[in-house]
Every structure is written in structure tokens, then in C-alpha cells.
């Protein structure tokens, strides 16, 4: 009888969780509200909250055998312990695997969302068949996920692939980004930034998608933003290729609905950027997954540790 | 008795080689002259080289065990195969480790010179006991080496840490780098992009020790251009650690005699680049092996593998 996974995709108002085979098929997913990132939330109360939903599961379907978590956050190494979320301000040091498993009686991975992702990613996604992978997520902000050799990499205090804080403006008219610096790669390539910047240019405020649409019909403001978005990753990229040689990227997110924009600027901007025998080596690929990739990801993981 | 390394440190005009004890004590240090970057130079040229000089320690020797050589350029994984050299253009896909092993009879390791230094500083250096490190190298150019949990790190080419081509300037006023770029940090913080950069606001040609001791004396122009060079060294390591989480840097070569300028800069806009939570947590240390950096890590490559 195959082995089942029960994986889950934890955000501050929202949890998602399935159930995954050893393929990757995805079976009764479901998910809960639920208000994380309340001030006043403590450990027990996250544990009692995902205890319950998990419950809902697992009191059905006797073959789970483990129980996989992506959660917001900087967790440390492989541990599956919270060391904190900007998000979570409350939760410190959580031993989120540890408390969770001794409720639910079955063993408990938890790892970073963004690295989960591309787990995912390379496990089941568009970079099947690869050993190393940084994958990009494009969303309300810019995140990433780095695996080096097989193996998720997270840092010396798991905040490897801050990959949205990459500095691609360093003149006088760097766009400002939420983390307070300047010139961010997030703030010219999140889903927000895309946004903002065309309000910028049109006085108009349309979200990622109609921003896509005017663009397809030559609407020359949203075809520069898009391109521009494209552009600052493809320096972004550049920079983390220069460091660490890994031929494959993914991206991921909204945002890559408008992939017939971002990718001829991502590669031109990459490639321009890179030194000379390291270009048109690297390949730039949309995730094939999307919004699964978490939950494949974390999946993927409690099979790996 | 106590077994032996012998390790070599190979330029394109000079090889150093020395006898090493596991405690890193370096015996016998050699030098000798060959022009290996000589267009027409053969792998084979290069084995007699290797092999002729080698056997002037092996012959005396007894208790040498293997051979560990720091070469500059690519290397595929750890296999001791050199895919490339840009110093080197004859050599392609050279099996230096393998071939030299069977003239001389030993197992023999061969790595990237830059990779062999930060080996070297990990294990007797300024990094002694972590597990994590970035190492920079501030010569004609500047490179550097990565090891990522004890294990030296190459990437899928053997072009990982091209550290000097990060780009730390994309204004107009950016600085014309080697690799025909614009605004990569080698074309503020090598030895010789201080010197070059001294001479375009001073007008006169000094070497980087010189300027050293101008800016001592509080010479303005001398000064600027130390500091800047560790601006933009700050940079380029803040962008390293977004990306790697690392918290041990150390720096070597004959620029790091001007720390007392240097490190100040870097730090501080280090700190300045970093998001809020890593900031004040990473620690760039000078050199203490600086140029047997790479021998004592071509000698600790020999035991790892």
C-alpha cells in the first residue's frame, strides 16, 4: 500500500494542506483561515491551530506516514526550529517540528516556504533532473530558494537567498524598497513594485495582470515596466551566478503570467551582465508548479531528512 | 613517523612548493621559474615541469604521501581535471591530478588557487574552526574561494566565486573592469585598480603600498581611494551574504597591508547594504596566512578527499 505525506503551506491568514504520494500527486487539498500573524499569538496557540486541521486528515487516512510544513520564516539548518518571522514577530526559537510531532504522533519536517519551493521545484517542477537550483518567487515581495548538491542550503542562521535585497540600482534615482534601503531587486520585480511603478509612469493603478494585458496590446508604459521588472532580475541572477555557478533558475509566482516580457529581458540584461565563459549557459525557466511548489516541496522533504 | 604532503602553489610564471605536516608546518619552501602561460606550453610541458621539479622534494623525502596543487583556473568538481585557464588558453580538459599522479607515483589533488586559499584559511587560518567561509583575494585581480560546511565549493563548472566581476556600480562614472564590464568591485579593490585609480585623481603612478603610506601621512587622494576600495568591497560581500547567509569573510593579498583604511569602509557600508537582521553579525578578518594561504590549502585538500 503506498506511503502517504501530508504536506502543508502555512501564511499569516491562510494554511494550505494536501495529501502527496510519492510521485507528487496531490490528493484532497484543502485549507483554513487562520490569523498567524495576530500580535498576540503564541506557540501554542499555532500548534493547537495546525494540530486541529492536521486532525481533519489524518483521522481519515491511516497511510500518512509523515508531515511536511513551509512556513514563513528563518528556520535553523535542518532542525525544523523557528529561529524567528518577520511576519510572526511573537514566535521565537518555536520547536515547531518538535511540539507539533509530539501531538500528532507522527514525524514533523518544517523548513522555509521559499525553500520548500524549490525543493519542489526540483523534485516534480521545471528543474526535474537537476542537482543544484535557485529558484526565484515573485510575489508581494521577492524570495528565494537555493539547493546546492541535492541539498536544501540555508544559511549559517537560515536566512540564505535574501535574493530580493540584491542591490541592482545604485544611482540617485534607485527605487525605494520595503526593507528601507534602495535599489532592491524587489523593488522593481515584486508583483507590488510591477504596480507601483507603472502607477508611477500612468497615474493609473492596475494590478500585475491588467498591467500584462495593456502590455500585449502595446501600451508602451506597462511594456517598459514589465521589461524594466525583467531586466533588474536578470542583474539580480547575474550576481548570484557570478558567485555560485548554478546553470538553472526558476521563477515562480503571479508574475510570471507576463513571462513573454520577463524572459527576453531577464536573459539579455543576464547574459550582458555576466563575464564572458559563463554566458548562455544559464537556463531561466518558469516554474511549472506555482503555487504547488510549497507543498510538493515540503513534501519532498520529509523524505529527504 | 609522521606523514607528509607536499604542496605547490603554480602561477603562470612561478611555482612554489613546500613540504607540509598535518599540523601545517611548512618545511623546504622552493621556488622555480616556468613560463606555463607561454602560448605554445603543452599538457605535457606542463606534467615534466610539475614532475621534474616535484622529484626534488620526493627523491630526499620519504614520508611524502600525496601531492595537493592550487593551479589557476576551472576545475570540474574534484575531479583534478582542468577544464579551462584563461591564463592558460592551451590547457582544456587537462587530467593534471591523474596525469602527474602516474609519473610520480603518489596520489595527487588538484583544486583552483583561489579555493586552496580559503582551504588553507579555514583550516589554519584566520577562519580557523568554522565550518562556513568567503575568502577574498585583493592581487592583480580580485577572487576569491567558498567552502559551505567544511566542504570546498566549486559550482557546476568550476566557476564559482567569480567574486571580483559582482557589481558594485552601475552609473555612468562606473570604473572599466578586465572582463570588459563596468563597476565590478576588482575595478576598485585590486592592487592595481588602486594604483590606477590613485594616478587618475593625483596624476602620479604609486604602488598600492605607497599609497598606503601617503595615506598614513593624511594625503587626501591616497586616502579616498583605500576607502573607497573597501566601500566597495562592503558592497560586494553584503550582496555574498544576502545571498549565502556566510559570517566569516577573511581577506588576503598585499592590499590588506592598508587594513586600517580598509576595514573601517567595509564595514560600515557593509552593515549599511545588509537587511536589518543580518547586520552587526559578520566578521571579515585579514588574512594571518596571506601568500601560504594556498600551499597549507592544497595541503589540507590532500586529507579531505
Known sequence: MSKLVLAADIGGTNI????????????????????LS?????????????????????????RIEAV???FPGFFMGHSGILASSPNLPNLKNFKLAHMLSNRIKLPVT??????????GELHFGAAKGQKNLLHITLGTGVGGGLVLNHTPYTGEAGMAMEFGHLRVSQDSSA?????????????YASASAVTSHYFDLSGIQ???????????????????????????????????VKLLDIHTVTISGGLIGAWSFLHPSIMQSLNHQLIPPMQHK????????????????????????
Open 175 to 187: 527605487r525605494l524598497c520595503g526593507c528601507g534601503g534602495y535599489g532592491c531587486v524587489e523593488a
Open 110 to 119: 518544517a523548513q522555509n516556504d521559499a525553500l520548500c519551493a524549490a525543493v
Open 68 to 70: 511536511g510544513i513551509g
Open 38 to 62: 495576530h500580535t498576540k499569538i503564541t506557540e501554542h496557540d499555532v500548534i493547537q491551530i495546525l494540530e486541529d486541521f492536521f486532525n481533519t486528515f489524518i483521522k481519515n487516512e491511516p
Open 206 to 240: 492596475l494590478s500585475s495582470k491588467d498591467i500584462y494585458k495593456k502590455a500585449l496590446q502595446g501600451e508602451q508604459h506597462a511594456i517598459n515596466v514589465l521589461e524594466n521588472a525583467g531586466h533588474k532580475l536578470g542583474m539580480a541572477i547575474a550576481e548570484a
Open 16 to 35: 494550505r494542506a494536501a495529501i502527496i504520494d510519492k510521485a507528487g500527486h496531490i490528493y484532497d487539498e484543502k485549507h483554513v483561515q487562520a490569523h
Open 282 to 305: 544559464i537556463h531561466v525557466l518558469a516554474s511549472t508548479l506555482n503555487d504547488q511548489a510549497g507543498l510538493l516541496g515540503a513534501a519532498a522533504l520529509t523524505r529527504l531528512q
